[in-house]
């Protein structure tokens, strides 16, 4: 049986099975070897995803055995400002920290051999959320997401993980470290370019292996083309 990623988180994990996305990779590395299941709800907060983890979570992973690794990839909404135009996304920054617990709780119980690991929220590029939002740079106009804040639920994701002992991936952090990340990584000043997709991509597979899931630790699924004898190829294939 192949061992399953699941991947739970908002847009930016929806969209990670599109062109470049980070997901589709991960399926791509592991081809012939693991199974990268998708549970991306846009737009969703981690209120909401609370309340729909039952329902999210059905068949995601086979009854006979628990997934490898699930992330958990909330925060860009949760970070909405409260008095700005996405307000009804907005957790309070307490409340955020409760719900992470409980999602992890949730996948802790529902499968004790999973490892889970944390993706803080992205940084964030005011003047791109702007012309997203409204279509235009006028002075007046305040985006819905700021990189400080942003920055504060990144915090507080990271405080969570090392809480709970689980890994977490700060991307809020390591994209910053890019140079131009705010076109280069960011389509709209949030979601991810294939550039940035590739960076995730990148922290996911290195915090893959430090919990021992590698390409050089899993099997393939069945015989390899080369192991296969022209003379008697369905030999190969035998149980």
């Not at 993706?119 to 959320?129: D, F, K, L, Q």
């Not at 106009?141 to 400080?148: A, F, G, L, S, W």
Request: glycine fraction near 6%; aromatic fraction near 10%.
């Amino acid at each position: 049986m192949r061992p399953r990623l699941v991947l739970f988180g908002d847009s930016i994990t929806e969209q990670s099975f599109a062109s470049g996305g980070w997901g589709a990779a991960l399926a791509n590395h592991f081809g012939r070897q693991a199974d990268v299941v998708l549970r991306g709800l846009s737009g969703y907060n981690t209120r909401w995803a609370l309340k729909v983890l039952d329902r999210a979570m059905e068949e995601a992973a086979n009854q006979s055995a628990d997934p490898a690794a699930v992330t958990v990839f909330f925060g860009a909404n949760d970070a909405s400002l409260p008095d700005q135009q996405q307000a009804h996304q907005h957790v309070p920054l307490d409340e955020y920290q409760t719900n992470l617990r409980a999602i992890c709780a949730y996948f802790k119980n529902r499968w004790p051999a999973a490892a889970i690991i944390l993706i803080t929220p992205p940084p964030i590029h005011e003047p791109a959320r702007i012309r997203d939002m409204y279509g235009d740079n006028a002075a007046s106009r305040q985006p819905e997401r700021t990189n400080e804040a942003a920055g504060t639920y990144a915090q507080a994701c990271i405080d969570v993980a090392k809480e709970l002992d689980h890994p977490v991936i700060d991307i809020w952090t390591k994209m910053q470290q890019f140079p131009d990340w705010q076109t280069s990584a960011l389509c709209d000043g949030l979601h991810f370019t294939p550039f940035g997709n590739k960076i995730l991509f990148d922290e996911v597979l290195k915090t893959l292996e430090i919990i021992g899931f590698s390409q050089q630790s899993l099997r393939s699924d069945l015989p390899l083309f080369h192991e296969i004898d022209p003379k008697d190829p369905l030999k190969a294939l035998e149980i």
